[in-house]
């Protein structure tokens, strides 16, 4: 059984890798300013990016969205709470371990990026309305807590099942084939 599973999720890897491959065929039609984004960006806002790969192209399709993508935005919370990812940070991205997303991709899992990842690809940054201060951290805590962790490709294959029609899906029940 565990053979199959491994197999399994090597052949996934492989497919999810292929469609992660940038296209040659994106267009960012809006011009990002780094500066000003730093500048106005809070911590706990949501980017949504337009991503350039065809798992992207795919995402936009199924949910009727033009963002395939979104991140939290934590700032400079990794380098202030004295965590194990800090130092690293710091080493591996400069000042902009300053402006960091956590974010969830399908091979490297739960991750932290700078924003700046996103310069050449369309992004909107949407404000959560009315949040206090303590469940904001809370929130920013929880998702902090989930570096690390593997992506779920159940997800992406549920989606995918769920828009087959009834008769090509074997997991819909009967009752929903009849209607």
């Known amino acids: 059984m565990k053979r199959i599973q491994r197999f399994v999720r090597y052949l996934s890897d492989c497919v999810f890798r292929r ?20 500048r ?5 806002d949501v980017v949504l990016v337009e991503g ?8 936009k399709l199924l949910t009727q969205s033009s963002w395939s993508h979104a991140a ?10 004295g965590n194990i990812h800090g130092q690293s940070l710091m080493k591996q991205f400069g000042g902009d371990a300053h402006h960091m997303l956590v974010e969830a991709f399908t091979g490297t899992g739960v991750t932290a990026a700078p924003i700046r990842k996103y310069q050449d690809l369309n992004i ?8 206090a201060p303590q469940d904001l951290n809370a929130v920013i805590c929880d998702v902090i807590g989930n570096l690390g962790k593997q992506y779920d490709h159940r997800n ?3 989606l995918g099942l769920m ?17």
Do not use: W
């Open 19 to 38: 469609l992660e491959a940038p296209s040659k065929k994106y267009e960012q039609t809006m011009i990002n300013n780094m500066d000003n984004l730093h």
């Open 124 to 131: 909107r940054v949407c404000r959560p309305y009315g949040t």
């Open 72 to 81: 939290i935005y934590v700032g400079d919370e990794l380098l202030r709470k």
């Open 52 to 59: 350039n790969s065809e798992i992207s192209r795919m995402i």
């Open 163 to 179: 828009l087959l029609p009834s008769v090509l899906n074997p997991f819909k029940s009967r009752s929903e084939i009849r209607r």
């Open 40 to 44: 106005v960006i809070r911590k706990g």
């Open 156 to 158: 992406i294959i549920d």
